[in-house]
């Protein structure tokens, strides 16, 4: 008979326990809005992101931050971002993934491969090749 109560309620406290462990809040997140992609002259890639933020108030601002970070691979080059900025980056609404011309002679399956790996990442922004450099198009925020 005891044996039978505490199996039971054991299981009632794993029904009442369980949660969701799988959580990603909008709230605590920064959304990037696009990003851009470049070879540097070392060789290197450079990554420049834009964050927009919608201010809160009665008429909405929206504040545009650009960021840049170097690496040897895209991923080096997501993660020096994400060393930069506080809070985390999500994709959900990135609209534009930006290359520049130098970086897309070269294969540019590597840059595909991170962006559709990632789970997280949004599969319906557009992919464009910029004549020049895609950083610089980002930094005149317009």
């Known amino acids: ?3 039978k109560i505490t199996s039971l309620t ?3 406290l ?9 959580q990603d809040p909008l709230k605590e997140a920064r959304l990037i809005y696009a990003t851009a992609m470049d070879r540097a002259p070392n060789g290197k890639m ?6 927009r933020e919608v201010l809160p108030g009665e008429q909405q601002k929206v504040n545009n931050e650009i960021y840049s970070a170097t690496g040897n691979s895209p991923r080096d080059t997501t993660n020096a971002s994400r060393n930069k900025i506080a809070g985390h980056l999500r994709h959900y609404e990135e609209q534009v993934y930006l290359l520049g011309k130098s970086i897309a ?11 559709y790996r990632d789970p997280k990442n949004p599969i319906y922004s557009k992919l464009t090749v910029v004549d020049g450099k895609g950083g610089d198009l980002l930094k005149k925020k317009k």
């Open 105 to 115: 002679k070269t294969d540019i399956y590597p840059l595909l491969d991170v962006i």
């Open 14 to 22: 794993l029904l009442f326990l369980t949660g969701c462990w799988d």
């Open 46 to 51: 450079i990554q420049t992101v834009v964050i």
């Open 10 to 12: 054991i299981a009632s």
């Open 1 to 3: 008979m005891k044996r």
